[in-house]
């Protein structure tokens, strides 16, 4: 907190402008007694504090079954990217339409 404190004040940026944080979850930035976004929230209460998309996406990547992270990486293969023939935009139009119903289920 020290460093942020620090960059504020050499700024001359007013902590009470802040209106929100992001962050990547870790429990050093949302912990309740001595996160980040606590430290923040006790100059003002009024921060909005968000969980970064992209860290929340990667989080739940880890946790996909086998099957759909190897078709997740399909999906991202240079091959499939081509769409010059009518297989691979099958194969394309397979692997979105198993993830579009496995984030449905969730």
């Given at each position: ?54 860290h ?19 999906s ?22 198993r ?8």
């Amino acid at each position: 907190m020290t460093a942020f404190t620090d960059f504020f004040d050499t700024h001359g940026i007013l902590r009470e402008n802040l209106i929100g944080v992001c962050t990547d979850g870790a429990p050093s930035m949302i912990g309740c007694h001595s996160g980040f976004e606590t430290l923040l929230k006790e100059k003002n209460p009024s921060i909005i504090s968000t969980h970064c998309m992209i860290h929340r996406q990667a989080l739940a990547a880890k946790t996909l079954p086998e099957e759909m992270n190897n078709a997740l990486k399909l999906s991202n293969a240079p091959a499939l990217n081509r769409s010059n023939t009518s297989a691979n935009t099958s194969t394309k139009e397979e692997i979105r339409r198993r993830l579009l119903y496995r984030s449905l289920i969730r």
